[in-house]
């Protein structure tokens, strides 16, 4: 649970209650990760524009797959689970709990595992990384906005999950997630 003080849904007012309602709208509910943000509207809405500038204009299964290796790297349960519900529409249930349990193996196209290292590496040792990283990309047919989308998508799921991890915002499970996806999502998290 966080330790910050958070404005209860029912005493939402203003922006805090037109981020809730949003939520409310989109997902069904508000999410504890919106509650957190949600107390700087100015802040989240700024974060709102920057995913939607980097998802507009990438593939959905792209970003959602991109999105996925990134939260396995930071090891961010908020994001691993709410984007495994994100996924969904793009991704079946079944080949996305063997992208979660390994990506490398779950039969995906050698482009997507390139990109799904990518970001995982990004999120993990991206110090480490060279032009060599890029270029792997490039071999495997990414053109270079391509590969700034990856990159930038990868480094707001970075952005986001260091900010919610240590504010301590609850974790939520998507309604609609089963419990075998839930699992494969959550077990590989370092």
Not at 40 to 68: F, K, Q
């Amino acid at each position: 649970m966080s330790i910050l003080e958070q404005v209860s849904e029912s005493e939402a007012t203003g922006e805090i209650a037109a981020i809730y309602g949003e939520d409310a709208d989109s997902l069904g509910y508000v999410a504890a990760h919106t509650k957190v943000l949600a107390l700087h509207p100015p802040a989240y809405r700024a974060w709102e524009g920057l995913i939607n500038a980097i998802a507009g204009s990438m593939d959905p299964r792209r970003y959602e797959l991109v999105t996925l290796a990134a939260a396995l790297g930071i090891g961010s349960r908020h994001c691993r689970l709410a984007h495994g519900r994100k996924a969904l529409p793009y991704i079946g249930e079944d080949e996305l709990t063997a992208i979660a349990r390994d990506y490398r193996t779950a039969g995906l196209s050698s482009p997507e595992v390139a990109m799904m290292v990518f970001a995982e590496k990004m999120s993990t040792a991206s110090a480490s990384m060279t032009d060599a990283d890029a270029l792997a990309l490039r071999a495997e047919g990414f053109t270079d906005l391509e590969i700034v989308e990856i990159a930038l998508a990868a480094a707001a799921r970075n952005y986001l999950s260091r900010a919610l991890q240590p504010l301590g915002s609850d974790v939520d499970v998507p309604p609609g997630l089963s419990a075998t996806l839930t699992s494969a999502l959550l077990d590989q998290l370092r």
